[in-house]
Every structure is written in C-alpha cells, then in structure tokens.
C-alpha cells in the first residue's frame, strides 16, 4: 500500500469526526454508555448476592421502566420545544447523582435491594428525559449526507464501551467491591457532562404549535400513519421483550456456567463484540439496499442466538451466541434508526424519538422483568429458550403484517 492509500470510507470517516460538536456527543456518549454498562454489572450482582433471587433481576428492570414509560412521551415534546442540548446536559447531571447515590449506599452498608431499585427509578427518568433529546439532537451535528455514517460510528462506540463497560465493571467488582465500580462510574458521568456543555448545536425551529395533548400524542400518530416505522419499531419491541436474556446472566455465571464475577463481565461484553463489529462495517458500508429484508434477517438470527445461549453449557460457545445475537441485533437497531430518523422532519424528530425510544427502551426493561419472571416460574434454561422461539415467531408475524417493511429497499431520501 502506498504512503498516501487509505482504507475504504476513510475519507468520509474524517469528515463525520471533522464536525467538532459530533465528536463531543460522541464521546459523551461513549462516557456515559461505559458508565451504564459498568454500573448495570455492579448493580445486577450486587442485588443477586443480597437474595439469590432471579425475580429481583427482573424488579431492576421494572423500576427503571415505570417512570419510562410515565415520562417519556413528554419528554418528546420538550425536545421539539426547548433546547435538546440542555435537556441531554441535564440528564447526565441527573444519572451522575444516581452514581454518587450508589456509592453512599454501598459504603453506608447495604442490607436491602430497596435502595438501589429506588435510585434505579431516577435512572429510568433520566434515560426517558435524554432519549428524544438525545436521539433528535445527532441529526443536527452532521449533514444528511454522512448521517448514515455517523449513526454507524455512534453505533460502533457505544458497542465498544458495551464490551469494555461490563468487562472493566466485572473486574473492578471482584477485586474492589461495587463501591469502587460506582466511584467510577461517577467520574465517567463527570465527563459526560463536559463533553455535552461543549456541543454547539444549531438553533431549533420555534414550535408551530402552543404546547396540548394534541401535540404530545402527534408522534404517535405519525408512527401510526407510517407503517413500515411502526413495523420496524414495534418488531425491534418484541424481539428484545421475549428475547432478552441479558437480564439473566448474573444467574447464568454464577448457576449455569460457574464462571464468577469475571466471567459475567465477559458474558455481559460478548453482545457487544458482535455489535461491536457489525457496526464497524456498518460504518464503512452503511445498507444502502434491500434494507427491510436485513432487518428481519437479523431479528431471525438474534433469536436463533438466544435459543443456542439458553441450551448452551460451555462458556466459549455461550460467548459465541452471544456474539453472534449482538451483531444480529446491530443490524436491525441501525435500519430501524435510519429509517425512523429520515422518515421524521426536524420539528417531530423529538415526538417521534419518544415513541420509538418508548418502544425500544420499554422492550429492554420489560424484558428483563420478563425473563426474570419466566425464569423464576419455569427455571433460567426454558425462560431463555421460549424467549428465543418466541421471537423467531414474530419476526414471521412481522413479514406477513407489515409487507411495507418486508419490501423496503432504500431509506427515504436515499
């Protein structure tokens, strides 16, 4: 190669990262994602070393998903109304008091999983005030023309710090306790904040509208107008609520696998491996065609991928699985953001978020308190396996229900 060749999509890489403002919600994103990723470690291991109790795997993901779906659609309208740059500044301000809160608790002495599911329900409210926001505020920072560039570089961090989060969460717990996981967690959250006060974000379009309930519940209706956006929306919801097994996998190393803490860590980072690396040939090669069919390829592998995680007794091969559900799982979150993002103008693009954030948040929260509920009904193995076959079953409901999104070629705009 000579000294001036470069990779393939090298040049548009450097012109995403060019945009200063991008480059800071990315790294404000990867903070707080890694920070996510660690605490979600501590906390699932911290409250399962208190009872034994798979349900209470599930109540973590309850307590953050009721003040989800309490606030999250006026969430939406904020994020079309007011400042998405302050809103998302916030909301980390918020998430770095739950840390510290954390770390007190455990330091205090920690007897009862109450405390920490009652800081997990501020957690819920901060996520659903920053995703509209969040998600409306990304397509501002780049032109159209490297947006879908930029989601594949935004995609392919977060799944870095979704494998190096819970990796670094798992070791720093074995060997220093969860107080010292939270402490980083803290400081992670710190740099979030900085990151976010740094963007320059263009000025939004006043509100056509004074704010109403008809306002609030337009992104509904716009969802519900677009169909190929409520299939996609809708068919990423119930693969994670009956696919998600990720809730179960402090169970999963510590009665199935036997692996401890450390190999938790890597249960929990192997997803993101997966995602890690479908996202970076994302990046390069966005899905330019045949973009409705991708994604329910993806939903058919992530739920072949739990079924092999929920049957399988050896680490390297529960690893595999869920490598191979992350990447899956990659490519179905990357059509669907593309598409609801170009199907939305700028001033619903915050209503619209909050509706797809409430399906796809809720999925993960409802998830868990589901496979926690299954497992503690039927036992970890049959939860994980019915939740696998469960979401092939939709993915073949979806082909007949939403043809609109079977026959999707190219995005809107391409």
């Not at 819920?124 to 920072?141: D, H, T």
Request: positive net charge.
């Amino acid at each position: 190669m000579t000294a001036d060749a470069s990779p393939p999509g090298s040049g548009t890489l450097r012109a995403v990262l060019a945009h200063r403002s991008f480059t800071n919600f990315l790294l404000a994103r990867f903070a707080g994602a890694f920070a996510a990723q660690m605490q979600t470690v501590a906390v699932g291991v911290q409250i399962y070393g208190l009872t034994h109790d798979p349900l209470d795997l599930g109540l973590i993901g309850l307590s953050q998903v009721v003040p989800f779906l309490l606030f999250v659609l006026i969430a939406g309208q904020a994020a079309d109304r007011f400042s998405r740059k302050r809103i998302v500044l916030a909301c980390y301000a918020l998430l770095l008091g739950c840390s510290l809160a954390l770390a007190w608790f455990t330091y205090a002495g920690l007897r009862s999983p109450w405390p920490v599911l009652a800081v997990m329900v501020l957690f819920g409210a901060a996520r659903a005030a920053m995703g509209p926001a969040s998600q409306a505020l990304m397509p501002n920072l780049v032109p159209v023309t490297l947006f879908g560039n930029a989601v594949g570089i935004n995609s392919a961090m977060f799944q870095v710090a979704t494998i190096a989060g819970p990796a670094v969460g798992g070791a720093l717990y074995a060997y220093a306790g969860p107080g010292v996981v939270y402490a980083a967690v803290a400081a992670l959250l710190t740099v979030a904040v900085a990151a976010t006060g740094a963007i320059t974000a263009p000025a939004q379009a006043p509100p056509q509208q004074p704010a109403s309930w008809h306002t609030l519940v337009e992104g509904l209706r716009f969802v519900w107008r677009r169909h190929s956006v409520l299939g996609a929306i809708s068919l990423d919801l119930f693969a994670v609520l009956f696919g998600g097994a990720t809730a179960l996998l402090p169970a999963y190393a510590s009665d199935v696998l036997q692996v401890g803490v450390e190999g938790l860590g890597w249960l929990r980072a192997a997803p993101g491996v997966g995602a890690a690396l479908m996202a970076g040939a994302l990046t390069v090669w966005p899905i330019s065609r045949h973009a409705g069919r991708a994604m329910f390829v993806g939903v058919a592998v992530f739920g072949i991928a739990t079924v092999v995680f929920g049957l399988s007794r050896s680490f390297t091969l529960s690893l595999a699985a869920l490598a191979a559900l992350g990447a899956a799982d990659m490519i179905s979150v990357f059509v669907r953001h593309l598409l609801v993002q170009l199907e939305t103008p700028d001033a619903m693009r915050g209503r619209v978020g909050a509706v797809s954030w409430m399906f796809i948040g809720a999925s993960n929260e409802l998830g868990e308190f589901e496979s926690g509920l299954t497992a503690a009904w039927w036992g970890l193995v049959p939860a994980v396996v019915v939740g696998g076959l469960a979401t092939l079953a939709v993915a073949f409901a979806w082909t007949r229900w939403f043809p609109e999104l079977r026959n999707l070629d190219r995005f809107p705009g391409a």
